[in-house]
């Protein structure tokens, strides 16, 4: 089966006039696939949110093409809008109005006769947990209640592709969780999700896939495990009860796994990489267990998010 | 899905903004009562206050020469809630939201200037009763009342315009304020309001003449049979004529800036 992408941007260029002239957007691509959560992670200022504007119609890029839920920005901002929603960074909610009355005016601006806005707001108080708060202004919303509130607005009209624009900054954990499960379940429904964030916890925990955003481009792009394992093999670590026969055990894993290991006396540690995962472990454990050397600790580690963050955009930074 | 689309366009998107911006209203009724306490507070100060020292030319009570003043001063610092609201609208993520949804990019505007309107048509009705109790009437029937009262919608219509394209100008909602102020005091000082033009000193009684403030005063005493009309200067002779002409010039340019203001932003 072929993939169908949900948004595709070719080589976006955003330039801001005046002031400082950054080039906010430089030669940007992406490819989302339909059904699916994407993360763009990145930086502050490295041009997430730009790029979202971009391709929402709220700004005019000045070179490139981009392609939303099938219809292109730049010619049919119309059609776009009629299949997107928006959930940017500041709660996009009007907080003198009550979290149904806000449900509802959404919902009549979409076009809905007043009975079935209501209809829909309800249905939407109900399925977000907030049909308590209903009569509520909205400025009286806790942080959690407001973004699940803007999620619920977002819904209204069941867009193809949403947009997250850092959808949980300034949140407490639980409100986060919240919000991620909210997220979940737009997926489930068949939503594509672009979302942006400067957590990496967040990316991993939702997107499928994740492009690295820095400088107004994407400088790296996969799913969490590929990003994962490109900026680093997996490594056998190894912390030997006895720190006398820590050589004899670098030794012997060496031998098994046929690679150079490092070793760290302090911590009674040693590292080795490893390819095969499964493979590394079983024949480093025989051999630690043939030179009767005793072990504390035994494991594969893989690279964490942030390792591959920070490094990518250090790389980035030299270049 | 189960609901039934309604495509009326344009209009039906700004009948529903302005449905948003008077629900405002009704969720924060003390802004209203701040709102009024202004014009009522002008009406006791100068009419009982200074009004005692006050003359009008050709005779006549202060309160009666002062109350369609303060009608349409009303009107003229309704400039700032039209400002604020449009600068706390763009300064959210609110406006994003609108703006990336298929509705009518007009909305907005049509909206606030919708809303603006009926507010203005409850001030009116207010300070109506108010000028009534302080011994203001009209002497010349329904019809110049009327017709006084489309001036002054008139009016709140070119008002809103420059509200809405300061709203869209001001860097926050805060300085909405500092900006509204001194931009609206000396065009309500410097006008036939509170003085007769002819008591002032020559150049300022001229500039004083042609303000539009003083234009649209100056016929609603004219049309209701109120004291105080000004001398023998054109200003003065076509206080009605001007009161048309001030706030369609102000519309014809304050309302394709601020469609054009708006139409800039996130560019």
């Not at chain 1, 809905?112 to 209809?119: D, F, I, K, Y």
């Not at chain 2, 507070?41 to 202060?62: C, E, N, R, W």
Request: aromatic content about 6%.
């Amino acid at each position: 089966m072929q993939t169908t992408f949900a948004v595709v941007a070719e080589r976006l260029r955003k330039r801001y006039r005046g002031g400082h002239g950054a080039t906010a957007l430089d030669g940007f691509d992406l490819r989302v696939p339909a059904g699916t959560v994407y993360g763009l992670l990145g930086p502050n200022g490295a041009g997430k949110t730009t790029a979202v504007r971009a391709l929402t119609t709220l700004l005019r890029f000045d070179a490139g093409r981009a392609e939303v839920a099938g219809a292109d920005v730049a010619r049919e901002p119309g059609t776009v809008r009629e299949r997107i929603a928006l959930t940017g960074q500041y709660a996009a909610v009007d907080e003198l109005l009550s979290g149904r009355q806000n449900l509802v005016l959404f919902g009549r601006l979409h076009r809905l006769s007043g009975p079935a806005a209501r209809r829909r707001a309800d249905e939407l108080l109900e399925r977000f947990g907030l049909t308590e708060a209903a009569g509520r202004s909205a400025k009286d919303y806790s942080g959690g209640m407001r973004r699940r509130l803007d999620l619920a607005t977002s819904m209204i009209r069941r867009p193809r592709v949403l947009f997250l624009d850092e959808p949980t900054t300034g949140l407490d954990p639980r409100s986060r969780n919240q919000v991620w499960e909210a997220v979940r379940g737009l997926v489930a429904d068949g939503t594509t999700v672009l979302l942006t964030t400067q957590y990496l916890d967040e990316a991993d925990q939702l997107a499928a896939r994740i492009a690295v955003v820095d400088a107004g481009r994407v400088v790296a792009e996969g799913s969490p495990d590929e990003l994962k394992a490109a900026i680093g093999a997996d490594r056998l670590e190894v912390v030997v009860r006895d720190v006398d026969r820590l050589a004899e055990a670098a030794a012997a894993v060496a031998g098994a796994v046929g690679a150079a290991a490092d070793v760290d006396p302090d911590q009674r540690r040693l590292r080795v990489p490893v390819t095969d995962r499964v493979g590394g472990l079983t024949a480093a454990a025989r051999a630690l267990q043939d030179a009767g050397i005793t072990v504390a600790e035994l494991g594969v580690h893989r690279p964490t998010l942030d390792e591959v963050f920070l490094n990518l955009t250090r790389a980035e930074a030299r270049r | 899905m189960s609901v039934r689309t309604e495509r009326s366009g344009a209009l039906v998107d700004g009948w529903v903004m302005t449905g948003r911006y008077l629900r405002h209203v009704v969720r924060a009724p003390e802004e209203i009562v701040i709102y009024f306490s202004l014009p009522i507070m002008f009406v006791l100060v100068f009419g009982y206050v200074f009004g005692s020292g006050m003359s009008v030319p050709g005779g006549g009570g202060y309160r009666e020469f002062l109350i369609p003043g303060v009608f349409v001063m009303t009107m003229l610092y309704g400039i700032g809630a039209t400002a604020t609201a449009i600068a706390v609208d763009t300064g959210r993520g609110v406006l994003d939201r609108f703006r990336s949804m298929p509705m009518a990019r007009s909305a907005l505007i049509t909206g606030r200037v919708l809303a603006d309107l009926a507010r203005a048509l409850l001030e009116t009705t207010v300070l109506l009763v108010c000028g009534l109790l302080v011994g203001w009437s009209w002497h010349h029937g329904t019809g110049p009342l009327l017709a006084s009262i489309g001036l002054l919608l008139l009016l709140r219509l070119a008002l809103s315009c420059a509200g809405v394209a300061l709203g869209l100008v001001a860097p926050n909602p805060d300085t909405v304020s500092m900006i509204v102020f001194p931009l609206a005091f000396p065009l309500s000082a410097v006008s036939n309001v509170f003085v007769a033009p002819e008591m002032m000193p020559g150049w300022l009684g001229a500039v004083s003449e042609w303000n539009p403030i003083s234009a649209t005063t100056a016929a609603i005493r004219e049309l209701n049979g109120n004291p105080g009309l000004g001398g023998e200067t054109w200003a003065a002779d076509h206080s009605l004529l001007l009161a048309v002409a001030w706030p369609v010039a102000l519309i014809a340019v304050l309302g394709p800036l601020s469609v054009r203001l708006y139409r800039r932003l996130g560019r």
